[in-house]
């Protein structure tokens, strides 16, 4: 199995290695020579050299088989993306934006197909994530067949989980790029509340505890809502205590169905102005697919989705197109005298609209008006 990733990154070369954040650009005939290089023979002597002043390993004399796995070129033009591998959750948050949880997807075989698609297409960077990922049953041979085609992976997860020894054994053998937690509160009381599920809390718990003893290169995401908004500072100490990084989220969306009864979770006192919206690639560099293999721009922008299972990588070509027409500000915002200055994308903006959601939780008159 691979240690070490030399990859192809937009007009870039990066060489890689997975559990760890740090990575390094790789000049072009570096690259090269790389992919010219004969497997079975030790690596190239500035390899070596490399990878032993970066991340201490000892690489001399070995096969570049042994840990070295080289990317090839695409011509698609794609770096990253992100599966919902399942909708499906053990948790029932009242803020969440999917929705219905509904344990549906696609076969085995097809899920092996579009991550081969992705990884043809340039794809070096997968967020896995759900509903709740690690509940699929095809989640660990998923994330290893990604893996082995050669993705830094992002697993997204509520925690509950990682104290299954299957998904450490795996997480030992195929490091992720990171694991990004969902934090849902400070006590028991508040966290069970929020997840709408007896037992939430201590779950959580035993599956931190577990991923801090493996050393699991964490990331909590603090959940602020109306249910533990008293806990922001608490949510936030307790990471500190445990050396992890965070970020804290306020500002709840609506389902991705336009359905706006999961904005009540929202804490009026926490709803912050969104920075500016000043565009980006999505549909372009980067894209999102769903349980079923339909391929859209974005989590949020879903509209047009192309069927990656029945299209193939060649439907990966209508997706820019589609990009560009989703991002225009029509319907709604036409005309707008503050559109320039707009805090949320046009598909963003559709969604809070179709939810029929106060404008203050999106845009700029709101605010005004308030």
């Not at 490399?50 to 991340?55: E, H, I």
Request: aromatic share 8%; hydrophobic share 35%; glycine share 8%.
């Amino acid at each position: 199995m691979h240690s070490l990733i030399a990859s192809p990154f937009l007009e870039q070369h990066l060489l890689l290695r997975p559990g760890h954040k740090d990575g390094l650009l790789l000049p072009e005939e570096n690259y090269e020579e790389l992919r010219a290089h004969d497997p079975a023979q030790p690596a190239p002597a500035w390899l070596a050299d490399t990878v032993r002043d970066q991340w201490g390993m000892d690489v001399s004399g070995r096969p570049a088989s042994d840990f070295l796995l080289v990317r090839q070129p695409s011509t698609w033009g794609y770096s990253k993306a992100s599966w919902e591998v399942n909708l499906g959750c053990n948790y029932r948050c009242k803020h969440c934006y999917l929705g219905l949880k509904v344990n549906s997807g696609m076969a085995w075989d097809d899920k092996r197909r579009c991550l081969d698609a992705m990884a043809e297409a340039g794809v070096l960077w997968l967020q896995i994530t759900g509903g709740e990922p690690t509940v699929d049953k095809d989640f660990i041979r998923s994330y290893r067949h990604a893996y082995e085609l050669g993705m830094m992976l992002t697993v997204s997860t509520n925690g509950s989980l990682l104290w299954r020894q299957n998904l450490l054994d795996l997480f030992a053998e195929c490091p992720p790029y990171r694991v990004t937690v969902s934090m849902y509160g400070a006590t028991k009381s508040s966290y069970d509340e929020l997840t709408q599920r007896a037992g939430a809390w201590d779950l959580f718990i035993q599956g931190m505890n577990a991923a801090r003893a493996a050393r699991l290169p964490l990331r909590m995401s603090v959940i602020v809502t109306e249910d533990n908004a008293h806990e922001e500072q608490a949510m936030i100490d307790l990471c500190e205590s445990w050396g992890v990084e965070r970020e804290v989220y306020t500002n709840m969306t609506p389902t991705i169905y336009g359905g706006g009864e999961v904005l009540t979770a929202q804490s009026k006192d926490h709803l912050r102005m969104r920075k500016q919206f000043t565009g980006c690639n999505a549909g372009h560099t980067f894209f999102h697919m769903d349980p079923h293999g339909l391929v859209s721009i974005c989590k949020i922008g879903r509209d047009d989705q192309i069927s990656l299972p029945n299209e193939g990588i060649e439907g990966l070509a209508r997706l820019g197109a589609i990009a560009d027409r989703l991002m225009l500000r029509t319907g709604g915002c036409s005309g707008c005298t503050l559109s320039g200055s707009c805090t949320v994308c046009r598909p963003l903006a559709k969604h809070f609209q179709e939810a029929k959601a106060p404008l203050a939780s999106y845009c700029q008159h709101g605010r005004k008006a308030g």
